[in-house]
């Protein structure tokens, strides 16, 4: 079993910038990770992705704002996230793949305009 609690989420103005916090239950050095968000009435969608090599991937939306890493000493996985806009307004959840997928309670995140 494993358990993602995620932190950092606030309000923030348009331009500002958060780190969240995915801190994991179990050692995550190789487990691949990622960072996902959900908006009122869309679907969740994938922000970042890291591999347990340290390899990223980025949606379209947030590529050279947003950026992914991880702490494996600390059981940690973070984003970064400069230059926010209003349309990044959403729970963002943390996710682990280890056999199945685990989940996150998710962090609110607004950015008013």
């Known amino acids: 079993q494993v358990q993602l609690v995620e932190s950092g989420g606030g309000l923030v103005q348009a331009g500002g910038s958060l780190r969240l916090s995915c801190e994991a239950s179990?050692?995550?050095?190789?487990?691949?990770m990622g960072w996902y968000r959900q908006a009122p009435g869309k679907q969740r969608e994938l922000v970042a992705h890291i591999t347990s090599g340290g390899s990223t991937n980025y949606a379209d939306s947030i590529k050279g704002r947003f950026t992914i890493s991880r702490d494996n000493a600390k059981n940690t996985v973070y984003l970064q996230m400069n230059s926010l806009k209003s349309e990044d307004t959403a729970v963002y959840y943390c996710?682990?793949?280890?056999?199945?997928?685990?989940w996150g309670q998710g962090t609110q995140v607004t950015v008013s305009s």
């Open positions: 996710n682990a793949f280890l056999f199945r997928i685990y």
């Open positions: 179990v050692r995550i050095s190789s487990i691949n």
